[in-house]
């Protein structure tokens, strides 16, 4: 599976971004997706999975209430919708896919995106 992260930018605390990821390659149906989050000098962290039928829903606590995942198996692309963003959600956000069962630890994902980033400051 190959992934293209989109819809960061510069924004204001406040602010909201919807990100996507489209996806290509086979049975992209079959896949467990997350997004993950990196700042500069920090290890990847979770944010939201959803998966393969998007039956199951996580997010980080950090994130929690003001973001939503969703995915759409006909298009092949999963969103994240973040909301009253703010500087601490600065980084760059990669979509990932797992062909194994639903995980939410880095380790567990096979394919990554080069990621978008997000900059929240006023």
């Known amino acids: 599976v190959q992934l293209q992260a989109s819809g960061g930018g510069l924004v204001q605390p406040g602010d909201s971004l919807r990100l996507s990821c489209a996806a290509s390659?086979?049975?992209?149906?079959?896949?467990?997706m997350a997004w993950f989050r990196q700042t500069p000098g920090k290890q990847r962290v979770f944010v939201a999975g959803?998966?393969?039928?998007?039956?199951?829903?996580d997010y980080a606590d950090s994130v929690k209430g003001r973001s939503t995942i969703s995915r759409d198996n006909i298009k092949n692309t999963i969103y994240l919708q973040l909301d009253s963003l703010q500087p601490d959600d600065t980084g760059v956000y990669y979509c990932a896919s797992s062909g194994g069962a639903y995980s939410t630890r880095m380790a567990d994902f096979d394919s990554w995106g080069r990621g978008t980033l997000v900059t929240v400051s006023s």
């Open positions: 390659g086979r049975t992209y149906s079959m896949y467990g």
């Open positions: 959803i998966s393969r039928a998007g039956g199951r829903i």
